[in-house]
């Protein structure tokens, strides 16, 4: 168990611009952005001169309870916005990273020290796992938490220096039951993100060059070739399977919360989240765990587990590549 979590920590150490620093910058440009936004908003405020400018006092005044229950819901929208745009880098960060956790050693040659080392390659292979479905997630979670705060922070100040309090805005929100959510869905993004771990650990532990075109061009090549069967009128298979069960899983499962659904139809971000509706409710422990009674998920972690068990075995057989 030292060892394996040794092996993590090197992941970690070895990938931290990735895993660490990306989501950081990120987190604090959108951070950057919101505050000269505030400022220009500020800025012209000050030349409105109806009135004697905004009266936000007597706004804050007349604002009842209901109206502080909206402001929380877009206070939770923010944070579901951040966290989400967190989502993104994750995905770029973790698809590369996997399509050259074994591909760089066999590169730089650095395979034959670490082989050298009372190490199983089954470890190193499921570190790197471990790394892409755990570690980097809750990492991301976490700054986007952090981040969400900050904005919090930044809100609170410029309504205080307008006279409102921003403490029922806040109170109204669900920042601690988003959060629990946000850590309950992991293991199930874990389990679905196993199809995608499993192919990009598979090319890039068997390609001799470029492992990013196997891993794209293939599904994309299989896709092409089914269509062409098609037009021909000889069997094959359906583009919306092939696409949405095949293809999407093989290259987009660790986006966490793709899989999400919502009355049987893809989850929409746009339709349910940002319309305002109850969001504690789209990422509720029943709702996400639902998709455990799927067999789509069980096939998915299947052949995953397959995949990863292949790049083990090609991890202990292949060292060299085409460079």
């Known amino acids: 168990m030292n060892t394996f979590g040794w092996l993590v920590k090197r992941e ?14 990120v987190s604090g440009v959108m951070l950057l952005l919101t505050l000269l936004g ?23 005044e007349r604002m009842s309870s209901g109206d502080f229950v909206h402001a929380g819901t877009g206070l939770d929208v923010a944070y579901v916005a951040l966290a989400g745009l967190l989502c993104v880098v994750f995905f770029f960060v973790v698809f590369f990273y996997l399509l050259g956790a074994l591909y760089d050693d066999r590169r730089d040659r650095s395979v034959l020290f670490w082989k050298s080392l009372p190490v199983s ?31 919090l922070v930044i809100v ?34 874990a389990l679905v993100a196993l199809p995608t ?17 196997w891993a794209v061009l293939v599904p994309l090549f299989a896709f092409i070739a089914n269509s062409w069967i098609g037009l021909m009128g000889l069997p094959h298979l359906s583009k919306e399977f092939l696409y949405k069960d095949v293809i999407s899983r093989l290259l987009f499962g660790i986006m966490p919360g793709w899989w999400l659904e919502d009355g049987g139809e893809k989850f929409r971000l746009t339709r349910n989240v940002f319309r305002g509706d109850d969001m504690l409710e789209v990422f509720s422990p029943s709702h996400v765990y639902g998709l455990l009674a799927t067999p789509g998920v069980w096939v998915g972690a299947i052949v995953g587990t397959a995949l990863i068990v292949a790049a083990i075995w090609l991890r202990r057989s292949r060292i060299e590549t085409s460079s």
């Open 12 to 25: 970690y150490w070895e990938h931290k611009g990735g895993f660490y620093w990306a989501p950081i910058w």
């Open 38 to 60: 505030i400022v220009v908003a500020e800025s012209a405020a000050s030349r409105i001169e109806v009135n004697g400018g905004i009266p936000w006092r007597e706004i804050s």
């Open 121 to 151: 390659d089954t470890s190193t292979v499921l570190s790197k796992v471990a790394a892409a479905v755990l570690l980097a997630p809750l990492i991301s979670m976490a700054i986007a938490t952090l981040a969400y705060i900050v904005l």
């Open 156 to 189: 609170g100040i410029w309504a205080l220096l307008h006279g409102i309090n921003p403490l029922p805005a806040i109170g109204a929100s669900h920042t601690l039951g988003l959060f629990w959510r946000f850590l309950l869905t992991l293991p199930v993004d």
């Open 197 to 213: 771990v499993g192919w990009l650990l598979f090319w890039s532990a068997y390609a001799r060059s470029k492992p990013f075109l």
